[in-house]
């Protein structure tokens, strides 16, 4: 099983990227500036939204266990 902290951090980076991508392909329509921008915007964005999926999906799966330890770990 994967420790929290690495899942939690590949989470962070794979939806900044993302955010990035889209922020900057949004702003890329504006300028060049708003390009940047918008990466930065949609970075920071994404990676808010990683962070706050693995901590919730780390919950669920905790109260899971408390709820049913045997069915749990399938």
């Known amino acids: 099983m994967r420790s929290i902290r690495l899942t939690r951090a590949l ?17 890329g329509f504006i300028s060049k500036n708003a390009a940047s921008t918008g990466g930065a915007l949609g970075a920071f ?4 939204i990683g962070e706050t999926r693995v901590t919730a999906r780390s919950r669920i799966d905790q109260v899971k266990e408390r ?4 069915q749990a770990e399938q």
């Open 11 to 27: 989470s962070r980076a794979r939806h900044a990227a993302i955010g990035a991508a889209i922020g900057g392909a949004i702003g």
């Open 67 to 70: 709820r049913n330890p045997e």
């Open 45 to 48: 964005a994404g990676a808010t």
